[in-house]
């Protein structure tokens, strides 16, 4: 039974590492959070809006999506829509990243 495309070592080794980059992203964005609690600096509140856009939020969608449909719960016609909605939060995710480099500069 192959659960979540997970069918060879190679599938499973790159699940691990998505998941490693979804934490750490997520990790960096809280960090960023934080310096915006302490410093109240514009640019880090940015920084942590899209870093948790990037990696947190994209990979929740990205993984939700692949369960809902491999588990039927939504039809195979509805993956181009998660795809949709996967790259639409990684595009917002970056704009904020290069938003908040933006306002670093010209603070």
Same mark, same amino acid.
């Given at each position: 039974? %192959?659960?979540?495309?997970?069918?060879?070592?190679?599938?499973?080794?790159?699940?691990?590492?998505?998941?490693?980059?979804? %934490?750490?992203?997520?990790?960096?964005?809280?960090?960023?959070? #934080?310096?915006? *609690? #302490?410093?109240?600096?514009?640019?880090? /509140?940015?920084?942590?809006?899209?870093? +948790?856009?990037?990696?947190?939020?994209?990979?929740?969608?990205?993984?939700? &999506?692949? &369960?809902? +449909?491999?588990? *039927?719960?939504?039809?195979?016609?509805?993956?181009?829509?998660? /795809?949709?909605?996967? *790259?639409?939060?990684?595009?917002? &995710?970056? &704009?904020?990243?290069?938003?908040?480099? #933006?306002?670093?500069?010209?603070?």
């Amino acid at each position: 039974m %192959v659960v979540f495309g997970l069918d060879s070592p190679i599938s499973v080794l790159a699940g691990i590492a998505a998941t490693a980059s979804a %934490v750490i992203g997520v990790y960096i964005g809280y960090q960023a959070y #934080r310096g915006l *609690r #302490r410093n109240d600096d514009p640019s880090m /509140r940015w920084l942590s809006v899209g870093m +948790i856009l990037l990696f947190g939020l994209t990979y929740l969608l990205a993984v939700a &999506g692949q &369960g809902l +449909i491999a588990f *039927r719960v939504v039809p195979i016609h509805l993956q181009s829509v998660f /795809r949709l909605l996967v *790259r639409v939060t990684q595009v917002v &995710g970056l &704009g904020c990243i290069a938003y908040s480099l #933006r306002v670093a500069t010209t603070t």
